[in-house]
Structure formats: C-alpha cells, structure tokens
Nanobody, 115 residues
Framework: QVQLVESGGGLVQPGGSLRLSCVASTSIARAYVLGWYRQAPGKPRELVARIISGGSTNYADSVKGRFTISRDNAKNTLYLQMNSLKPEDTAVYYC?????????WGQGTQVTVSS
C-alpha cells in the first residue's frame, strides 16, 4: 500500500512562508496527477494546486501568485512553497497522488497563519 507522509506545517505569521513536503513510498514519476489539498474547520476539502503528468499546473484562484507546486522524482517528493501567507490559508494540508493502481492520501499537516 502506497504511503504519503507530509511535513513542513506549523505556525507562521501573516506574510510569512512555509514549504510543505510530501514523501511517497512509491515512484511519483508514474503518477497521473499530483496534488495538494486543504481543509479548514467546518469547510469541505479543496484543491490548492496540482501537477498533471504532462507537466502543466493548476492553482486555486486564492493562492495564485503566492504558492508554487513542484516535484522531485528522484526523491519521490512533492513540494508546496507557500509565500505571503494569510490567515485564511489556515487549514490541514494533504497531498494526493492519482496512480495507476489507486489514489492515496497523506495524513495531513497543519498550517496555522496567525499573529
């Protein structure tokens, strides 16, 4: 069973930056889609950013220009660089892969933006 482990979350002041990492127990090179999602209390899980196998990326309008998704196939790691963080970015962030054999999720990492 594929495992995804996120890290890099924490408490940061508004305007600060964090970089999230998601390490996979399988090769991410074979993933059709690699994505970051988030879920704030009382709200549904939403897509933050994703990379499609051809290399194109999509971002939620609320994070465009501030967040950057990237991958390192050699390390089987997906990243999310988050800059200019806002209180409304506070949520649990999850990584997700769409693989030929399934669609695993990580356990999530908490990001809290507060002064």
């Amino acid at each position: 069973q594929v495992q995804l482990v996120e890290s890099g979350g924490g408490l940061v002041q508004p305007g600060g930056s964090l970089r999230l990492s998601c390490v996979a127990s399988t090769s991410i090179a074979r993933a059709y889609v690699l994505g970051w999602y988030r879920q704030a209390p009382g709200k549904p899980r939403e897509l933050v950013a994703r990379i499609i196998s051809g290399g194109s990326t999509n971002y939620a309008d609320s994070v465009k220009g501030r967040f950057t998704i990237s991958r390192d196939n050699a390390k089987n790691t997906l990243y999310l660089q988050m800059n200019s963080l806002k209180p409304e970015d506070t949520a649990v962030y999850y990584c997700n892969l769409l693989l030929p054999g399934g669609e695993p999720w990580g356990q999530g990492t908490q990001v809290t933006v507060s002064s």
